[in-house]
């Protein structure tokens, strides 16, 4: 469904993003933010859905200066290779800026405006929905800075967020001090689930709780115009 195109960022890169659209009528655009792997098969076929479900999706390439094309695998020196860019290597206020832009290139397409990220890309999420003026709602998986490094700042767009309370990665309590913190913009999901498991790619995979927080995310959307 979805194809590639190449969006110029403020500094001047070229990066490459997926981008998907609906075959019929169009509710709105999201940004779709990568796992630590790039933008994989599996995200590609997220951003797939998520037009099937009438939306025009865009998945950017985050990692495309540190990793062209980047689309790793789940383990062995893939996994490795994932941890060092997105640890070391990634510019983490690059990566915002380069949010910034594709959200600001949706925009312009007119609609509301959402975002969601899984992992690295539910901080990322989380953050734009707290820095950005041009976001209508955001749907948060399991980042791991979202209840630790941004956890004081309310969102500026409605929020929801999804943890696995048996998440090996993201430890719960931080979540709950989240929780207790009673942002008025943000509602907090915890689900019987350990880390990813939104996907089914990976051991955690809970279609249960998938599912659940796929229809918590397009309710939330619709609520909110789209």
């Known amino acids: 469904m979805g ?42 076929e997220l ?8 939306y025009e999706v865009i998945s950017p390439g985050l990692f495309d200066r540190q990793e062209p094309d980047c689309a790793l695998g789940y383990s062995g020196a893939d996994w490795e290779r994932a941890v060092q860019i997105a640890r070391k290597e990634h510019d983490w206020e690059q990566g915002l800026d380069d949010t910034a ?10 609609g509301p405006v959402f975002i969601t990220g899984f992992c690295f890309g539910g ?39 999804h ?11 931080p979540v709950e001090l989240l929780i207790a913190k009673n942002h008025p913009t943000a509602q ?18 809970h279609p249960e709780s998938a599912d659940l927080a796929k ?3 397009l309710m939330l959307f619709k609520a909110l115009g789209g």
């Open 188 to 205: 907090i999901f915890i689900y019987e689930a350990g880390h990813g498991f939104n996907s089914d790619r990976r051991k955690d995979w």
């Open 123 to 161: 901080s990322v999420a989380w953050r734009m929905a707290q820095l950005s003026g041009d976001l209508d709602a955001a749907s948060c998986y399991y980042g791991g800075y979202i209840a630790t490094k941004f956890a004081d700042d309310p969102p500026k767009c409605a929020t929801i967020c």
């Open 163 to 173: 943890f696995g309370r048996y998440d090996s990665m993201v430890e719960i309590a």
């Open 215 to 217: 229809e918590r995310t």
């Open 3 to 44: 194809d590639w195109l190449k969006l110029t960022m403020t500094d001047g890169h070229e990066m490459p993003c997926y981008h998907a659209v609906p075959a019929g009528e169009r509710r709105g655009g999201l940004v779709l933010v990568q796992e630590i792997f790039g933008v994989t098969e599996h995200i590609r």
């Open 47 to 54: 951003c797939d859905e998520f037009a099937g479900d009438g």
């Open 101 to 110: 832009r594709v959200i600001a290139w949706m925009k312009e397409k007119g």
